[in-house]
């Protein structure tokens, strides 16, 4: 199999999905209802299935819960949901379709876990309104994700740039995107970075009251996407104070990558690589968490139905995604530091 390296990077210039929803233009996430908010949301995407993504978002979630926080998991892979099965529970009988759906409230939706301090919300089944949902429960969804109230919130999200996928890694703090050292995945990656950071320069610019303003300079589905140095260029043709907000909002959009399924060197440079290239053709920085290495046992473990972390924790994999928890933590200030 060819390994994607230093020198096979895709040119990340090209097409991009559109979309449209607002957000705080500070990068921050507002509180809740009610004044609460999940301490940190972490949120695992990836531009295609079968990625390895569900069983990283499971082991870091209960590496967090192991180090001591209480940790929320909500499968949000709408319509394909599995992150019970990489946690080692049976099927919930209770699911994020109860909310969407029914409007039960998340708190009562989730389940306990073998986990302690872990908690569980199993993703939408069997629901065709569950799977797509308009804007209205997205927005609704997006609030209640946000009054949960414990230390990290976890979102598996769903492969692909659907509207809802990328409004759920656009809320997080930290959103890290799973990728295999293949050529087809690195490709998929890139298109989901091209499509949330549209997103979310269509969401500053809603709300910096620019929006008709910069919807020249972002193009449209079907035209190449400049880069956020050109949008806030045209910005600043007519609105230099929203050009500035724009710029500084602009740089708290840092992504994380995660390489899973590392075979040799080459493939953990890929990381690094997609980093480089991000780097120079839109000028924003991404911090690689680091590579998980391939793994008999982290198969194994999903076909007895367990966690990786349960069932195998000594093995190189279980290691390097504690590690991985533990970088993901230390991005977070401790309480009482600034």
Same mark, same amino acid.
Request: glycine content about 10%.
């Given at each position: ?21 607002? #957000? ?16 940190? @949301? ?19 979630? @209960? ?13 949000? =892979? ?60 997205? #927005? ?8 949960? =109230?414990?230390? /990290? ?13 990328? =409004? ?21 990656? /890139? ?10 320069? $269509? ?18 589905? =079907? ?70 290495? /391939? ?24 290691? $390097? ?18």
């Amino acid at each position: 199999m060819k390994r994607f390296g230093l020198n096979n990077v895709v040119d990340l210039r090209g097409r991009s999905a559109r979309g449209g929803a607002g #957000a705080d233009v500070s990068g921050a996430v507002p509180p809740g209802p009610g004044g609460r908010r999940a301490r940190h @949301i972490v949120a695992f995407g990836g531009g295609k299935g079968g990625i390895g993504k569900s069983l990283v978002a499971a082991n870091v979630g @209960i590496a967090l819960a192991r180090a001591g926080n209480t940790v929320l998991l909500v499968d949000a =892979d709408l319509g394909g949901a599995n992150l019970h099965t990489c946690l080692g529970v049976p099927q919930p009988s209770t699911s994020l379709s109860d909310f969407i759906l029914r409007g039960v409230p998340l708190a009562e939706v989730a389940v306990p876990t073998p986990i302690e301090r872990l908690t569980l919300v199993s993703g939408a089944l069997d629901s065709l309104d569950a799977a797509n949902p308009r804007a209205k429960v997205r #927005a609704k969804l997006l609030d209640e994700f946000q009054s949960q =109230d414990v230390d /990290y919130l976890v979102l598996d999200l769903g492969a692909g740039t659907g509207l809802h996928t990328l =409004d759920f890694f656009l809320l997080a703090d930290h959103g890290v995107l799973v990728v295999l050292p293949e050529p087809t995945s690195v490709e998929n990656t /890139y298109r989901f970075l091209k499509a949330s950071l549209f997103r979310r320069l $269509q969401q500053l610019a809603r709300e910096l009251g620019v929006e008709k303003l910069a919807e020249p300079a972002l193009g449209s589905r =079907d035209s190449a996407m400049r880069t956020p140095a050109d949008v806030v260029a045209h910005v600043r043709s007519a609105d230099a104070a929203a050009a500035d907000a724009l710029a500084a909002a602009l740089q708290a959009y840092r992504v994380k990558l995660v390489v899973n399924q590392v075979r040799a060197p080459a493939d953990e440079s890929v990381g690094p690589a997609v980093a480089s290239a991000w780097k120079k053709f839109f000028g924003l920085d991404m911090d690689y968490l680091g590579g998980i290495p /391939y793994d008999d046992a982290a198969w194994r473990a999903v076909r007895k139905r367990r966690a990786l972390l349960v069932e195998t924790p000594d093995c190189e994999a279980a290691r $390097q995604l504690s590690v991985v928890a533990s970088r993901l933590a230390a991005l977070d200030p401790r309480p009482g530091t600034p």
